[in-house]
């Protein structure tokens, strides 16, 4: 069993776990994710790692309350167990340095960019961070990154708090003022992704993005985080989750990843529809 150390929530709908997890912590790395399972009903979950700390034995765990799984997850409290907890698992990310690195993190992304970030930044990189969410109530970790980041910019769709627009909009400025850079990171919404993949694109930016919000049963088996990359089929969860942003064919992606939202949106129902307001019986 696998304690809950602390539980915040850093924005509607949105929980931080820290978790009891010393064998998991003593070997993670940015980049990396665990699978867990809530109780012996429960589906299997994979979340990037936000943040380890190896003296404490901790791991920290961010999500978002989407669906059946998640909404259930976030009514545990300090002191609770999850019946499984497994990693690190996925391949690393590559941290050298580069020289400027430019870090994106859209959404419940920035969560699992801010290791990648710190992990640059110690290793000698100017790191520049973008930052972005839909409005200022749901932005997360602004603190976190500022601390890990030479400069940050935040965008926000409202332009409730930083410039109003999309992350892509100072990426496209740095480049059209002529700044170098040598790596870009993105992580978030597969379309955010995909998008700031088009801008780096003609420039030939070597981008990197990590595909963990398409992950399922993280194993490789169930073949839902099937993606094409340079024309060949990798997993995201065996393979990655991180490939060449300019290799991933986005459009099959999004096209898949639109098949299961009807399922979805069923499920979500059912489980609503119960008595107990969290349906335990398997989404698959």
């Keep these: ?34 699978i867990l399972r809530i109780d012996e009903d429960g589906e299997r979950v994979p979340l990037t790692i936000a943040d380890f700390d190896r003296e404490e034995g901790s791991i920290t765990l961010i ?4 669906g059946a799984s998640t909404k259930l997850l976030g009514t545990l409290n300090e002191g609770d167990s999850l019946l499984d907890l497994v990693g690190p ?3 690393p990310t590559h941290i050298e340095n580069f020289g400027t690195v430019v870090c994106v993190g859209g959404g419940i992304g920035i969560a699992p960019v801010y290791p990648i970030a710190r992990g640059m930044k110690a290793a000698g990189n100017e790191v520049i961070s973008i930052i972005g969410a839909r409005n200022k109530d749901i932005l997360i970790y602004e603190e976190e990154m500022t601390a890990v980041s030479d400069t940050l910019h935040i965008a926000t769709d409202d332009g409730s708090k930083g410039i109003k627009g999309f992350v892509t909009d100072p990426l496209k400025q740095m480049i059209a003022e ?8 993105a992580i978030g919404p597969v379309i955010m992704m995909r998008n700031v993949a088009e801008v780096t694109r003609p420039y030939q930016i070597p981008t990197v993005v990590s595909l963990n919000p398409i992950m399922v049963d993280g194993t490789g088996m169930c073949g ?39 399922k979805e949106k ?3 129902e059912h489980c609503a529809s119960t008595k107990e307001g969290g349906c335990k019986c398997h989404s698959h």
């Design 224 to 262: 839902g985080c099937r993606v094409s990359v340079g024309e060949e089929n990798k997993f995201a969860c065996v393979d990655g989750p991180e490939f060449d942003a300019h290799k991933v064919d986005f459009a099959g992606l999004v096209a898949r990843q639109r098949m299961y939202i009807p």
């Design 266 to 268: 069923q499920y979500a």
């Design 89 to 91: 698992l996925g391949k």
């Design 178 to 185: 002529g700044k170098k850079i040598d790596l870009v990171v």
């Design 1 to 34: 069993m696998y304690k809950i150390l602390l539980k915040q929530e850093l924005a509607p709908n949105v929980k931080l776990f820290k978790m009891q997890a010393p064998l998991i912590a003593k070997k993670a790395q940015p980049g990396q994710f665990v």
């Design 63 to 66: 999500f978002q309350e989407v």
